[in-house]
Every structure is written in C-alpha cells, then in structure tokens.
C-alpha cells in the first residue's frame, strides 16, 4: 500500500527566505506526482504535476522536483510572501493495480509566511 | 461549468440522520473521485467512476455510506445513520479522459460535514 509522508509537519520562516518541502512515497510505481495548495475552510488548488518520467517543473516562484527510483519529491519556493501560507499537500497517483490511478496524499505541511 | 462545483459547502446533521452531498465535476469530464479529509490530515480516497461506472468503492469506511453517479456527470455521496466521526470535509475531484492516469486532477471546495 502507498504510503506518503511529508516533512516538515509545519513551517514558520520570515518573508523573502527561500524554502523547501519534502516529501517521500514508498512504491515507485507511480503515474505522476502533484503538489497543491490548501488554504483554510477551502479546496485543493493545483500548484505542480510531475509525470513519473519527468525530473521537475517550474511555476513562477515555485519548483518541483521528481526523484521516481529514491520515492522523494521536493517543493521549493523561492522569495516567500505571506499570501504563500497556507497547507500545501503532495499527492502521488500511484499504478496500485488499477487502470485509473488513484491519488494517495501526504498529511501536509503548514507554511506560515510572517511579515 | 469552469470548476467542479459541491454542495452544500457547509452541512450540519444531528447524530442518525442521512446526509447527501453533491459534486457537479466539470463538464465532459469522464473520471469522479470522492475524497474525505478529517481535520488536520490529508484527504483519504472513499470511491471513483469512470462515467457512470462506480470502479473502485474500496475507501468507503462502511455501508452506511452509498456514492452514485447515474448519468455519468453529477454524483450524489449519501451517507446514512450519521455518526460522530463522519464529521470530516467530502471532496470531489474529476479529470478528463484525454489525460488517463497521468491527467491532472480538478477538485472542488468541499462540503464540510460537522455531526452533533
């Protein structure tokens, strides 16, 4: 069964630092990987997809890396500001067995941005 | 639509009562995922379908809980008996059938579900 873990739990940092967000998946065999962003009381937003043969992708201030055979992927955002705070979230669509892919996701990692 | 749409966002039900939550995916849209997230942690998988085909309904904690999508667009999650610990936010998620597995998933806002 596909197990996601990010780290850290939560992170608080002042505006302008550059960070990163990790996160690590226990079976390979995974379609894509995709980061999204979770402000409260609301919805997932997309941020990054990664497909399996994919190394990363930029948006912006944000890059996701892909590393398929270690089962880790990072998040790095560049310059923070405080509209960056929010739960962001690593989903990796996995094969598992099935044709469709399901979508098993980490626990999250709260960023705090203080001015 | 421009995005998946749920309803009602927000839903307050008294313990043993049945609930039906909503999920409008965007139009053309072949594949529907249900998601429920409890507070503070990641969403968890309940079911998906691929047009009106229910394919998957292994993440469904019980048999009180029922999902069903008739005519391949609107689902409808009811969940029947309410308990305590159904208390989480329903996601609903689609994608197109252009991208397979590897397509991007679309989610909606959620339905919040508080049980008193």
């Known amino acids: 069964k596909q197990e996601v873990t990010q780290i850290p739990a939560a992170l608080s940092v002042p505006e302008g630092e550059n960070l990163v967000l990790n996160c690590s998946f226990t079976?390979?065999?995974?379609?894509?990987l995709q980061w999204f962003r979770q402000d409260p009381g609301k919805g997932l937003t997309s941020l990054l997809l990664?497909?399996?043969?994919?190394r990363e992708q930029t948006s912006g201030r944000l890059n996701a890396s892909l590393d398929k055979s270690s089962g880790r992927s990072t998040l790095y955002i560049a310059a923070s500001q405080p509209g960056d705070s929010a739960t962001y979230l690593c989903?990796?669509?996995?094969?598992?067995?099935?044709?469709?892919?399901?979508?098993?996701f980490g626990q999250g990692t709260i960023l705090t941005v203080h001015p | 639509g421009a995005g998946v749409s749920q309803s009602p966002r927000y839903k307050v039900a008294k313990r043993g009562q049945d609930v039906a939550l909503r999920c409008d995916p965007i139009?053309?849209?072949?594949?529907l995922f249900w998601y429920q997230q409890a507070l503070g942690q990641g969403p968890e998988f309940l079911t998906y379908?691929?047009?009106?085909?229910?394919?998957?309904k292994s993440g469904l904690p019980s048999d009180r809980f029922f999902a069903e999508r008739p005519e391949g667009s609107v689902s409808t999650l009811k969940i029947q008996r309410t308990q305590q610990e159904d208390s989480a936010v329903y996601l609903c998620a689609s994608s197109p059938l252009a991208g397979g597995p590897t397509g991007e998933l679309f989610f909606g806002e959620g339905s919040r579900l508080t049980v008193l």
């Open positions: 139009s053309g849209h072949v594949s």
């Open positions: 990664i497909q399996s043969s994919q």
């Open positions: 379908f691929q047009n009106e085909a229910q394919l998957d």
């Open positions: 079976d390979s065999a995974i379609y894509n």
């Open positions: 989903a990796v669509r996995d094969v598992g067995g099935t044709s469709y892919g399901k979508l098993t």
